[in-house]
């Protein structure tokens, strides 16, 4: 039988008799069950997907700083990549064409071209960024690797080679400089302001500075004008020349043979000159090149790393 309870009616003004089947106690049971579970379920999720737990947060942060790590890892290893083909440039351009020898073959300089994988789109995943790295530091690995043995061929050809390369322009012509007042190529020049192209390098120095000739030669008796001032042209021979130019004074005559290292002048402010400075010049088969990529016999990577960034800001030229 069911069970029995009193209510009050409002329309008879009485108590009246309503009996509950066990039916409608098991509806009134279930819907309170169900609600009950509906309303665990949803501080279940609250409480695992909106509020961190002092752990969640502590590997949160982690992953961040870890991130970020990646971030400053990668960056660092673009800088190596940048200094690393550099040399490549260098090592095909100069050095091998010094000695007369083909460039290394890109597929024995890169032999990973056409098999790496596309790099991830997504800087927030962690792991794909990790793997990225590992991708390049193992394709800058296999290219320093080849660009070593091209080295050690470099190196085979140096002792058949000896006199030559002492006819090479070599070290830098102010033995401690450090920094590039104004690059080779396009530069603002003093006087027009406008873009003109720079075929040399200037050095800041003081009035005086000795002068050192960069590889043996002789003083040839050439003259060139254009506001170079007091200047020295050397013939090295092996279709090299090397310039000087806005001397103070000079040490050497013409038909003079020096030799690397020897002083041939002094740092002036003569001739179309803004201050007191050395424009230097290399000269390979009457066209010329950037002298910078011609200091290789006395100065360390990091001192030619820094030079060479001197030498590529577009500022002001000195003459």
């Not at 396009?186 to 390098?201: D, M």
């Not at 002068?211 to 003259?223: E, F, I, L």
């Not at 010049?281 to 016999?297: A, L, M, S, T």
Request: some cysteine.
């Amino acid at each position: 039988m069911g069970r029995s309870i009193y209510y009050f009616n409002p329309k008879t003004l009485s108590f009246e008799k309503k009996a509950f089947s066990w039916k409608d106690i098991i509806k009134r049971v279930l819907w309170f069950l169900a609600t009950a579970l509906a309303f665990s379920v949803v501080i279940v999720w609250i409480s695992f997907y909106l509020i961190d737990s002092p752990k969640e947060l502590m590997l949160r942060q982690e992953n961040e700083q870890l991130k970020e790590e990646l971030s400053r890892l990668n960056k660092r290893y673009d800088q190596l990549a940048t200094v690393a083909i550099d040399l490549q440039k260098r090592d095909d351009n100069i050095y091998r064409a010094i000695f007369e020898s083909e460039p290394m073959p890109i597929a024995v300089r890169y032999p990973f071209l056409g098999t790496q994988k596309t790099a991830s789109s997504n800087p927030s995943d962690a792991s794909a960024l990790l793997e990225e790295i590992y991708q390049k530091a193992n394709r800058l690995t296999i290219s320093m690797a080849a660009q070593s043995r091209s080295f050690d061929t470099i190196v085979s050809l140096i002792g058949k080679k000896k006199e030559m390369l002492q006819s090479i322009p070599a070290i830098r012509p102010l033995p401690n400089c450090y920094e590039i007042s104004s690059g080779f190529g396009y530069r603002y020049h003093p006087i027009l302001k406008v873009l003109r192209p720079h075929t040399g390098i200037d050095i800041s120095a003081k009035k005086g500075t000795p002068v050192y000739a960069t590889a043996d030669g002789v003083v040839s008796r050439q003259t060139p004008g254009g506001g170079y001032g007091n200047v020295i042209v050397i013939n090295h021979g092996y279709s090299y020349q090397t310039l000087y130019a806005h001397l103070s004074k000079k040490a050497v005559k013409p038909g003079e043979r020096v030799t690397r290292g020897q002083v041939i002048g002094y740092v002036g402010n003569t001739g179309l000159s803004t201050g007191s400075h050395l424009h230097y010049e290399v000269i390979k088969d009457g066209v010329r090149v950037n002298p910078v990529h011609f200091f290789f016999q006395d100065i360390t990577p990091e001192e030619y790393e820094a030079i060479l960034k001197s030498s590529q800001r577009v500022n002001q030229a000195l003459s």
